[in-house]
């Protein structure tokens, strides 16, 4: 069974935000308007964070961590959020009440609350991800979808998923290749290898969430540039 992670090396991460926007399209995340983005409801399945000091800036991308000890499913009442098999944090919408435990328990606040019918389901959206209703909670899920599918073309043709075949759509876009994604059980991957870096670190690890995706801390020669 395959468990699923990311590694984002922030060495080479620019900030320029293809993730962010190649995210939004491929998941069908709302713009929410003006208005309510002063009420700070912005929703934003992956977003570049910045860290800024008197010598220069830097760019941490952060999408739903997929935690293994997630704390946000063991507050929902109503079992809308799960961890599945593979290690992905799902999200079921039609359960979902709005009670948004999930979103105070998280302690990346990677989850959003859908406020109102942002948008309507019109041509240009990806037919594959559903466009989620007023009042229920929404996040990074992988692209789940990509894998669903990759799937399916893989057993009607009778084989193997092979590496590389699915690929969250971050990591697809990143053109400074700073977002590796795989099979972290799979201890020949590029993902696998690149977690066992010395350079490898989770954010919040005292937590005991024990984040998927892992983050490659800068160069000494990066800090300095």
Request: aromatic share 8%; charged share 25%; net charge positive.
């Amino acid at each position: 069974m395959a468990l699923w992670g990311m590694v984002i090396d922030l060495d080479r991460c620019t900030g320029c935000q293809a993730c962010v926007m190649a995210c939004k399209a491929e998941n069908n995340v709302p713009a929410v308007g003006a208005k309510e983005a002063t009420r700070g409801r912005i929703i934003s399945w992956m977003q570049v964070l910045t860290e800024e000091s008197e010598e220069r800036t830097r760019f941490l991308p952060r999408p739903c961590l997929q935690c293994d000890d997630p704390p946000c499913i063991k507050v929902c009442p109503v079992y809308a959020t799960y961890r599945n098999p593979e290690g992905i944090v799902a999200q079921i919408y039609a359960r979902c009440i709005g009670c948004r435990f999930c979103m105070a328990a998280c302690p990346y606040t990677a989850k959003y609350f859908n406020w109102l019918r942002y948008q309507r389901e019109a041509p240009g959206q990806n037919p594959d991800v559903s466009v989620r209703p007023k009042g229920v909670v929404e996040k990074c899920t992988f692209c789940h979808h990509r894998l669903q599918k990759a799937r399916e073309r893989a057993r009607a043709e009778r084989r193997d998923l092979a590496p590389g075949e699915y690929v969250p759509a971050c990591a697809e876009t990143c053109p400074s290749r700073a977002i590796a994604f795989g099979d972290l059980s799979d201890h020949g991957s590029e993902v696998a290898r690149l977690a066992r870096s010395p350079r490898a670190f989770r954010l919040g690890e005292e937590l005991g969430t024990k984040p998927k995706v892992i983050y490659l801390s800068e160069t000494e020669a990066h800090r300095r540039a």
